[in-house]
T-cell receptor
């Protein structure tokens, strides 16, 4: 089955720790995206990548970092600099940037204790 | 810059009622428009999309949307809702030169049986 996998589904971390969220796709899509979803605020773009070894900041990149070393993988690191990291994180991919129909993973719910 | 505004944050309807969810966008060029849906406990998924051509587009489960370019609108409609339509609905715009999509804040639809 083609699709996007995110792991883990639930993640807990202590304040001050960095944590990395995994996102893998086997759709052969060029573009990948990370969003943060908070109640009443829709999806806000954190980082996106149009091609391997290249990525751009989205609207709320502060306190996050990403890498895109392989086409199928786009991990997101939530650093200790992120002031309010507790949220639901969604990864998506699309075939191209022009039409940009996106396919989403199941999400990771991060809770900072 | 592109932006999206969804007019209704929470809509409550009885089964068989008609639905219209408002969506307005701003972008100074060619756009693609999307409605995504997130059913309880499920992945965010595409409901319908507009790329070009007929401004009235049909999606899954009897939903349709009309692109009115002069009004920068892409409202979602369904003539008769069902309890299973209870979900969160997101409108999104992708400007062809933007390389990314912008999502609205979402509308939670509750359908009473």
């Amino acid at each position: 089955d083609g699709g996007i996998t995110q792991s883990p589904k639930y993640l807990f971390r202590k304040e001050g720790q960095n944590v990395t969220l995994s996102c893998e796709q086997n759709l052969n899509h060029d573009a990948m995206y990370w969003y943060r979803q908070d109640p009443g605020q829709g999806l806000r773009l954190i980082y996106y990548s149009q091609i391997v070894n290249d990525f751009q900041k989205g609207d709320i990149a502060e306190g996050y970092s990403v890498s895109r070393e392989k086409k199928e993988s786009f991990p997101l690191t939530v650093t200790s600099a992120q002031k309010n990291p507790t949220a639901f994180y969604l990864c998506a991919s699309s075939r191209d940037r022009t039409y940009n129909e996106q396919f989403f993973g199941p999400g990771t719910r991060l809770t900072v204790l | 810059a592109q932006s999206v505004s969804q007019h209704n944050h929470h809509v409550i309807l009885s089964e068989a009622a008609s639905l219209e969810l408002g969506c307005n966008y701003s972008y100074g060029g060619t756009v693609n428009l999307f409605w995504y849906v997130q059913y309880p406990g499920q992945h965010l998924q595409l409901l319908l999309k507009y790329f070009s051509g007929d401004p009235l587009v049909k999606g899954i489960k009897g939903f349709e949307a009309e692109f009115i370019k002069s009004k920068f609108s892409f409202n979602l409609r369904k003539p008769s809702v069902q309890w299973s339509d209870t979900a969160e609905y997101f409108c999104a715009v992708n400007g062809h030169n933007a390389g990314k999509s912008t999502f609205g804040d979402g509308t939670t639809l509750t359908v009473k049986p």
